[in-house]
Structure formats: C-alpha cells, structure tokens
C-alpha cells in the first residue's frame, strides 16, 4: 500500500512543479495571440521581426521591411512585442529620425 502512495504523491509532484505552469504559459500566450491587432510588432518563432498588417482566420499579414508583407500563421508568433498602454502615444518621445524630420524654429 505504500508504494501506491508514494507513486500518487511523486506523480502529483510532477504534475504541480511541470505540468501545470506550462498549461498556465500556453494559455497566456494564446491569449495575447487572439487578441492581436493591426500595427502591433511580433517576433515570429522563426525570428523574424515584423508589424501586423492584417488579422485573418489562421494567418496574419506581417510587414517585415517597408513594401515586404509576407502572410504567417497565428500559431508561429513567438511574442508580442507591442505594449497595449492608453497613454503610449502621449508619453512617447520623438526618435532622432523624426527630430530630423521635425522643421526646427
């Protein structure tokens, strides 16, 4: 009988310290997948870096450099990389590229 017990305890071990925080991880990161949105950058698991162009069924339209949109599945994004903020936009300090393009007065 107590064999039976610890095989329990030892598969119950398993399941806690492995099992599930990757069914945790997986979920999230389905979640950040469905809720994609047009202009938000990904990196896909192949590496590639990109911004969303489009959201279909299974796939989305990724812009890698400007004029290049390849069409990926859902399931090869690796991470998002845009942060969903309400004041991203106001907080955001111009890059030296549109300091250079800002007429100075």
């Known amino acids: 009988m107590p064999a039976y017990l610890f095989i329990l305890v030892v598969l119950a071990i398993?399941?806690?310290f492995?099992?599930?925080?990757r069914?945790?991880?997986?979920r999230a990161q389905q979640q950040q997948v469905a809720s994609?949105?047009?202009g938000d950058?990904?990196?896909t698991a192949g590496g590639l870096y990109g911004t969303v162009k489009a959201v279909e069924d299974d796939e989305?339209?990724?812009e890698l450099a400007p004029g290049v949109v390849v069409r990926v599945a859902?399931?090869?994004?690796?991470?998002?990389?845009t942060e969903h903020d309400t004041n991203e936009l106001e907080a955001r300090e111009p890059?030296?590229?549109e300091d250079a393009t800002l007429p100075s007065g």
């Open 60 to 62: 989305l339209r990724l």
């Open 74 to 81: 859902k399931r090869a994004v690796a991470a998002v990389l």
């Open 36 to 38: 994609l949105q047009v």
């Open 95 to 97: 890059s030296e590229e």
């Open 18 to 21: 492995l099992i599930r925080p």
């Open 23 to 26: 069914q945790r991880q997986m």
């Open 41 to 43: 950058e990904i990196v």
């Open 14 to 16: 398993i399941w806690f």
